[in-house]
């Protein structure tokens, strides 16, 4: 199974700036996943990153909003630029890996970031 | 737009009956199935995963597919209160590794 470490777990930004999460897997995994939840919603994919090249991002989403970075196969940050209170949500990484439930295959997250912009 | 369609609820069930969740999809072409559960505050948490027709039973647990028609469900028998969380539907579409539902909260009254 995969053990996901992410960060920070909650931050309160001002608007116009920009925060930096990081995630961390403690193996290497091909491809890393970038979620936002926003209040009361369910989880919509950001974009996938692959270490090595760019990022593909989901409709709606766009890079220079959302920069990404991927140097090797067990880390990846997500950026959120020039941050407003839309931006305010959780923000959760992913990996597809053996769960801990009895070995079944799936998507494992992060424990998330929940950032509030004021 | 691939879609996951799920009753948000709230359900509840008292302790001890069986919570039974839906969902159902819109991609015939999907062969893989997770439901997740998330307490408030938390990330999800993958509790089940199903890729063929008929059930597949782990626990108190048991998810049910019926591809014909695009449906998957969650049984929890022997509801307990610590079963009350919310319970997303995930469904991978084309080249987006999960697509998911909105959520069905449940909740297990003692």
């Known amino acids: 199974s995969a053990v996901i470490s992410q960060k920070p777990s909650r931050d309160i930004c001002q608007r116009g700036t920009s925060l930096t999460i990081q995630c961390q897997v403690d193996?290497?995994?091909?491809?890393m996943f970038w979620y936002r939840q926003q209040p009361g919603q369910s989880l919509t994919l950001i974009a996938t990153?692959?270490?090595?090249?760019?990022?593909?991002?989901e409709s709606g989403f766009v890079i220079d909003k959302f920069p990404i970075s991927r140097p090797n196969l067990t880390f990846s940050t997500l950026t959120v630029s020039n941050m407003s209170p839309e931006d305010s949500s959780i923000y959760l990484c992913?990996?597809?890996?053996?769960?801990?439930?009895?070995?079944?295959?799936?998507?494992?997250f992060g424990s998330g970031t929940r950032l509030t912009v004021v | 737009q691939k879609e996951v369609e799920q009753n948000s609820g709230p359900l509840s069930v008292p302790e001890g009956a069986i919570a039974s969740l839906n969902c159902t999809y819109s991609?015939?072409?999907?062969?893989?199935f997770f439901w997740y559960r998330q307490y408030s505050g938390k990330s999800p948490e993958l509790i089940m995963s199903?890729?063929?027709?008929g059930d597949k039973e782990d626990g108190r647990f048991t998810a049910q597919l019926n591809k014909a028609s695009q449906y998957v469900s969650l049984l929890i028998r022997d509801s307990q209160p610590s079963d009350s969380a919310t319970y997303l539907c995930?469904?991978?579409?084309?080249?987006?590794?999960?697509?998911f539902g909105k959520g069905t909260r449940l909740s297990v009254i003692a």
């Open positions: 193996s290497q995994v091909t491809m």
């Open positions: 992913s990996v597809d890996r053996v769960s801990p439930r009895q070995g079944d295959y799936g998507y494992t």
């Open positions: 199903i890729y063929s027709n």
């Open positions: 991609d015939r072409g999907s062969q893989s």
């Open positions: 990153a692959n270490q090595g090249s760019e990022a593909t991002y």
């Open positions: 995930a469904v991978p579409s084309g080249n987006t590794p999960l697509v």
